[in-house]
């Protein structure tokens, strides 16, 4: 059973990379800001960081999900429902090129495998508190946050804006040549 987890981890880690790097990518190349080439070097280097960045700094996060949310201790059958659940929701949503989260696919499938198990075994309290606040505090901070960006760059210099349009210009005239800092 042991090796079926990790089949589910594995899969699970390939299906959130193929869902969530080409959202950067295409943020960036459709922009305009970078080519198609530039745009995933920096995806991947960026996955890389990200990847090991997530060794320290998502420690409380699987602290919540491995013991926070059901009450029960997990086995290996309980933790491979879950990760196959989640992982057949975020590969068919990717496959559909559908929107998806894949924390939010791994919370409902520790619900329902939760309510599955024992339908008390779901700590409600902690899910709102953990989990439901900080997501709705996250919303209204980026909206925020990304308001007040905006009219910052609403405010930048001409020379800021001469400066992207001649790189626009650059990477229209080579979109396939691979640019990291520019012409």
């Not at 960045?53 to 491979?80: H, K, N, Y």
């Not at 975020?90 to 559909?96: D, F, G, H, N, P």
């Not at 989990?131 to 405010?155: E, H, I, K, Q, Y």
Request: glycine share 10%; proline share 3%; aromatic share 6%.
């Amino acid at each position: 059973m042991t090796w079926m987890v990790l089949v589910g981890v594995l899969t699970l880690a390939v299906a959130n990379g193929a869902n969530d790097v080409p959202k950067g990518v295409a943020t960036l190349a459709g922009s305009g800001m970078t080519g198609y080439h530039t745009a995933v070097a920096w995806g991947a280097a960026t996955t890389v960081v990200g990847a090991v960045a997530s060794v320290w700094l998502a420690g409380s996060m699987a602290a919540l999900f491995s013991s926070g949310i059901v009450d029960e201790r997990p086995t290996s059958g309980f933790s491979f429902a879950v990760l196959a659940g989640a992982g057949t929701w975020v590969v068919l949503a990717t496959v559909r090129r559908l929107p998806v989260s894949t924390t939010h696919a791994i919370l409902g499938a520790l619900i329902g495998a939760g309510l599955l198990l024992d339908a008390g075994a779901v700590r409600w309290s902690t899910l709102a508190s953990k989990v439901a606040v900080p997501l709705l505090v996250s919303a209204v901070v980026a909206f925020g946050v990304s308001g007040l960006l905006a009219l910052t760059a609403a405010r930048m210099p001409a020379r800021t804006v001469r400066r992207y349009r001649r790189q626009r210009a650059c990477t229209q005239e080579d979109p396939h040549r691979v640019r990291v800092l520019g012409c």
